[in-house]
């Protein structure tokens, strides 16, 4: 059974920094991306970012692009997102997803078909 | 602002149907499949439907998706009391940076 399983969020303050982690089973680690979506309190759900199967091709989202970054560990089968300089308007829970299609070097984006079940992340002072 | 348009609220009964419509341009619905995803409350976003009109293995047949142009359309037949939540669109935008487009979100009342 594919399972992704968030953790690693928390209560911060603005400026701060948070790393949430992603941890996945069930499917071949390798072969897929893997996104970040978040959804703001009373917000609609809003994509963040996606690193490539070979980690070696990132998008972001222009709200976060220079202060988040995205990682994964083929020893743990693990996706990471390392968020620097956070705001307010971050808050949100955070949840990680696989994306559809096997990876062969075109673009992610087709489905994000197994979600975990999110991460929640309160940044106040 | 989502670059997708969905309407915000849409209601219908019990056992009646309700369509769901979602509106893009050029380098995003136009170039590329669309995704619809139910987000129902206190759960994880679920999948529906892929590659326009595709369903997910264990999603029943009165969720049925469709695409012409620029817009998609989800449409939902025999609502349910557990229908009730909200529903997204989703897809890549081919634009310069790229990355994935979400559509702002439709919340379903069934009445």
């Known amino acids: 059974q594919v399972r992704l399983l968030e953790s690693g969020g928390g209560l911060v303050r603005p400026g701060g920094s948070l790393r949430l982690s992603c941890a996945t089973s069930?499917?071949?680690?390798?072969?897929?991306?893997i996104g970040w979506i978040r959804q703001a309190p009373g917000r609609g759900l809003e994509w963040i970012s996606y690193i490539s199967s070979g980690g070696g091709t990132i998008y972001f989202a222009d709200s976060v692009k220079g202060r988040f970054t995205i990682s994964r560990d083929y020893a743990t089968n693990s996706v990471f997102l390392q968020m620097n300089d956070l705001r307010v308007d971050d808050t949100a829970v955070y949840y990680c997803?696989?994306?559809?299609?096997?990876?062969?070097?075109?673009?992610?984006?087709?489905?994000?078909?197994?979600w975990g079940q999110g991460a929640k992340v309160i940044v106040s002072a | 602002q989502s670059v997708l348009t969905q309407p915000p609220s849409v209601s219908a009964a019990p056992g009646q149907k309700v369509t769901i419509s979602c509106s893009g341009g050029?380098?995003?619905?136009?170039?590329?499949?669309v995704s619809w995803y139910q987000h129902l409350p206190g759960a994880a976003p679920k999948l529906l439907i892929y590659?326009?009109?595709k369903r997910p293995s264990g999603i029943p047949d009165r969720f049925s998706g469709s695409k012409s142009g620029t817009s998609a359309t989800l449409d939902i037949t025999g609502l349910l009391i557990g229908d009730e939540g909200d529903y997204y669109c989703g897809t890549w935008d081919s634009s310069l940076s790229g990355g994935f487009l979400f559509g702002g979100g439709t919340k379903l009342t069934v009445l």
């Open positions: 590659d326009d009109y």
């Open positions: 069930g499917f071949i680690f390798t072969d897929y991306y």
């Open positions: 997803a696989k994306d559809f299609s096997l990876d062969r070097g075109g673009y992610p984006g087709r489905a994000l078909d197994i």
């Open positions: 050029n380098s995003d619905i136009g170039n590329n499949y």
